[in-house]
Each structure stands twice: as C-alpha cells, then as structure tokens.
DNA sequence: TTCGGAATAGGAATGGTTACTGATCGGAGA
DNA sequence: TCTCCGATCAGTAACCATTCCTATTCCGAA
C-alpha cells in the first residue's frame, strides 16, 4: 500500500478546482492515522484531537469532496456507518458482523466481474461495490 | 421467476417457529404485487389500501422475518432506503442513479466469486452483497 | 489591501429504521 | 369449545448517520 504522495494531493486538488485546506489535510492525516477503515465519526474524533473546533458537518464534506476527487474510497455495510479507506484501487473489504472491523481480501480478481455486468444490463455502469460480512477470527469462536 | 409455493410458505414458517400471521401474509402478497424491488415504504402503502392500520413497523419487522427464513431477499444501495425481492436466488440487480428504479441483472455468474472470497479471507463469510448502480436506458440520455 | 466566493462551525433538520408499550391475536392444551 | 400465555401488532417515540442551513471566517486573485 504506497501512501498517496504530496505531490499528487497537490495536483488533484489543483485539477478540481477545490482548495486544500487546513481542514481537509487534517482529514486525510486522520485516515493515514486510524490505519484501518474508520468511519467518519472515528475521523471526526481523530481530528478533533488537534484541533477541537472542527465540525463533524466539516469532516462529512472533506470526506466527500476527497472521494471525488480520488482521494478516499468509501464502502457501505448495512447496519454500520459508511467506512473510508484511503486504498482507492479496485479490492475487496469484509467486515466482522460482531465486532465491526474491517479487513481487505487480497488476491480475488475483479475485473471480469466488472466486464460481465457491463455486457449484461443496458444500463450505463457507474459504480459497483461488494459488501462482504462475516466473522472474523476471533470472533469466530465466539 | 417461479412463484413461490403456498406450501413452501408453510413448511418454512412452520420450520422457523414463526407464525404465519395476515400481515405478513399481506406483505408477501404486496410483494408479488409490487413485483418489481419495492422499499419498505412501497410495501407499506399496498398493504395499508386492505388494511388502513397496519403500521409500518409491522411491515419492517415482517419483512425481517420473511427475509430470516428465506422467502426473501434485500439489497441496500445508498441514498436509496432497502430494497425487497421475492427472488432469494443469489443475482445482481442495477438501481439507476437517476430514476430510482432497479432491475436484474441476468446471465452474470457469481459463484467463482463467493469461492475466490472464501479461499482468501481468514473471516468466516456469511454474505455477500452487490450493488451495482448506473443510469437506465431512459435517464441516460437526459 | 480589498473583495467575493468558497469553506467552516455550530446546530437544527431529515429520513429510514428500530424500540417501546399496551392492546390483540392465535394456537396448544383442558 | 373455552382458557390462557406467549407471539404479534398498532401507534408512536426514539435513534442515529447524514445532510442542510446560516452566520462567520478564510483564502486567493486582482
């Protein structure tokens, strides 16, 4: 997993026509920080430890504005707050249903997954995503 | 899509210790009705033109406890409430970005996936869902 | 330095879903 | 058929992740 270099946070944010504030470092920091795949609310927590006047509304906004510009990667379980992964290459996360961590799968090939929904549904294709849950485990055993 | 058999109904409330009660009844047939991939919501509203005081609670803790023994399904996608189907089969389903609706996606074979994931992850998988989104045929070219 | 648009803090509002409570139902046993 | 008890229900309040709103602050271009 390569960290994302300055100079392309630079570059992305210039070619968006968003600004890098101090506030949307201070996110992408937190990310770098909690590692795994926090939730915004984990985010907003890490955040506030240096700088306890940010908004938990600011750090929602940073968070999306990040995504769309390729920054961040979010995914969705159900039952669970939407988690954010600054891993923005196409891969597989699964998420304990008892502890709620999350964890990436390495080695399953998307790709051909992706190509046969597009030859199969007239659909324009923006987006898929894959919610995998389970047990992890320690969990397992319990 | 093959309806399911009154006696399948029976055998799996009969299995599941759960009590096959009118409203719940009344929630499977809305969700023949519907026949599409109606929300909670969508149920409700048909339920409630027979019987004005269901309530909606009603309807999500019986769509719970129809999707607990297998009669169906749900798919969740974001900034979209859960979606119902009586197709418990595992299948993709594409919900247009724009209009909302949702349709199956047909001829897309799944189950390598499920097997890549298993061989790959430590966690015990217990589901797997996929949501793909996209613009329908109609939204497409507005 | 000034100005205007973007971003932020703080808090209220939203909306899908769940939890709670007292009333009602329904089926096993007498 | 009648009784009784746990399951289910209606109605409503609460929950919680997320978005929206507004006045204030920030920042970069001129």
């Given at each position: 997993m390569?960290?994302?270099l300055e100079q392309d946070i630079r570059e992305k944010f210039r070619r968006s026509g968003y600004t890098l504030t101090s506030q949307r470092r201070a996110v992408l920091e937190a990310l770098k920080e909690a590692k795994g795949?926090?939730?915004a609310e984990d985010v907003?927590?890490?955040v506030k430890r240096k700088n306890p006047r940010v908004a938990l509304g600011t750090v929602y906004q940073a968070?999306?504005?990040l995504e769309e510009i390729g920054l961040v990667d979010s995914k969705h379980w159900s039952e669970s707050p939407t988690r954010y992964d600054l891993n923005v290459e196409p891969h597989?996360?699964?998420?304990?249903?008892?502890?709620?961590?999350v964890s990436e799968?390495?080695?399953?090939e998307l790709g051909e997954l992706?190509?046969?929904i597009r030859d199969n549904?007239?659909?324009q294709v923006t987006r898929t995503t894959i919610a995998v849950e389970g047990l992890c485990p320690s969990c397992k055993g319990a």
């Open positions: 390569s960290s994302v795949h926090p939730s907003y927590l890490i968070l999306s504005v597989l996360d699964i998420r304990c249903a008892r502890c709620g961590s799968i390495p080695g399953v992706e190509e046969s549904t007239p659909y």
